[in-house]
Nanobody
């Protein structure tokens, strides 16, 4: 069964940190760009960060730059999102998604055209 599984969400105080993990099973992530998305109650899902299949390129939405870091460990078939200095407005369900890339576009990522989605992990930021 091909799937992505997120973990690492939870309750954290403002200013705190969490590290989310996105683990793939049934396929290898090294041919996929991976993105992190989030959806807060009453809002549309939005792209937060992505990383190319070769790990050479990353993107961040403006309001997480300098606070969030995306990385990947292809040996562990896992992509991470380190989230620091969390704010109440970061609270959401966080999803990861994978998009198959060819050799020629292995250095790019974006938030469209995802092939697989995880079921999400809840992040709550509250004192």
């Amino acid at each position: 069964q091909l799937q992505l599984v997120e973990s690492g969400g939870g309750l954290v105080q403002p200013g705190g940190s969490l590290r989310l993990s996105c683990a793939a099973s049934g396929f290898t992530l090294d041919r996929y760009a991976v993105g992190w998305f989030r959806q807060a109650p009453g809002k549309e899902r939005e792209g937060v960060s992505c990383i190319s299949s070769n790990g050479a390129s990353t993107k961040y939405v403006d309001y997480v730059k300098g606070r969030f870091t995306i990385s990947r460990d292809n040996a562990k078939n896992t992509v991470y999102l380190q989230m620091n200095s969390l704010k109440p407005e970061d609270a959401a369900v966080y999803y990861c998604a994978a998009a198959r890339k060819t050799w020629t576009n292995r250095g790019s990522c974006d938030y469209s055209g995802q092939d697989y989605w995880g079921e999400g992990t809840l992040v709550t930021v509250s004192s």
